[in-house]
């Protein structure tokens, strides 16, 4: 059985990642974990003193986010119930990515999902969106889905690799393993201004673990185009239904000089996204 954590702030986006999800898995056995993270800032004085006497402070400050959780919870139950599914609701008001963190490894956690807006600011920028901030501090996949998007069954699928990163076997197990009774055709985009050193062997160890004779192969320089543009641009040529890209960290200090390759591809993405570490 699959473990999927999913991230809920209640808005439409995170609804929109929440169907997707549902319906892609549909025919599989998971349980979902579904995660809100209270802001405790976000809390006056006032609410907390309105609390009854008996409540705990940690009970005043998540009782709304339980209730909607449950809500939530009991719905899907009741439009999903001929699927193998669990349901789960958590709440913290931990740090961010701390509770994130401690989710998945409490609950042995396979994937994490999380809807997109496409918006950013200046403190985005420098210290990273939810979405950033979880791919950079958080050891687990994520699928990020974008705002609006419909889910629709799954054949293309667009695979991103860097100048320092090398595909692996362990993309496609994703893959079989998030779409296992769909046959998918993958092609390649390599944000590089050389080839690498092994390509041929690259491209035939990506066409065996697919089972495709030709692989489709775009390479472009980082330097020339923002990622998240040039990956728009792939996917509308490709018709990919769906991403892959290979992450890595990425130090404040190049944030604060560069724009974040992630977060580029992150504001722009138009197809649901699975980000794995390298």
């Known amino acids: 059985m699959k473990n999927i954590l999913i991230l809920s702030n209640f808005e439409s986006y995170s609804k929109n990642a929440i169907d997707y999800t549902l319906q892609l898995c549909r025919g599989q056995a998971c349980h979902f974990n579904f995660l809100n993270i209270v802001k405790v800032w976000s809390y006056t004085s006032d609410d907390l003193m309105a609390a009854k006497p008996q409540q705990a402070i940690y009970d005043s400050i998540l009782s709304d986010s339980k ?26 008001y931990d740090v961010f990515t701390d509770a994130i963190q401690q989710a998945v490894e409490n609950y042995h956690i396979d994937y994490i999902v999380m809807g997109a807006d496409g918006t950013s600011n200046l403190i985005e920028r420098i210290f990273g969106s939810h979405s950033t901030r979880v791919l950079r501090n958080v050891a687990c996949p994520v699928l990020i889905v974008p705002k609006g998007y419909r889910y629709e069954k799954t054949s293309k699928v667009l695979l991103v690799l860097d100048q320092s990163n090398v595909y692996n076997s362990g993309m496609a197990q994703k893959l079989v393993d998030l779409f296992p009774n769909d046959k998918l055709e993958v092609s390649v985009l390599r944000l590089s201004q050389n080839d690498p050193i092994h390509q041929q062997e690259e491209l035939a160890a990506i066409a065996r673990d697919f089972d495709q004779k030709d692989i489709p192969y775009f390479k472009m320089p980082e330097a020339e185009v923002q990622k998240g543009s040039l990956l728009k641009t792939v996917d509308a040529v490709t018709h990919a239904q769906f991403n892959v890209v290979l992450t890595q960290p990425q130090s404040l200090l190049h944030r604060l000089v560069a724009s974040s390759g992630v977060s580029d591809i992150i504001l722009n993405i138009e197809r649901p996204t699975l980000f794995l570490k390298h």
Request: hydrophobic share 30%.
């Open 67 to 92: 209730t909607q959780l449950q809500h939530l919870v009991s719905d899907l139950r009741s439009r999903y119930k001929e699927e193998n599914y669990l349901f789960s609701a958590l709440t913290d």
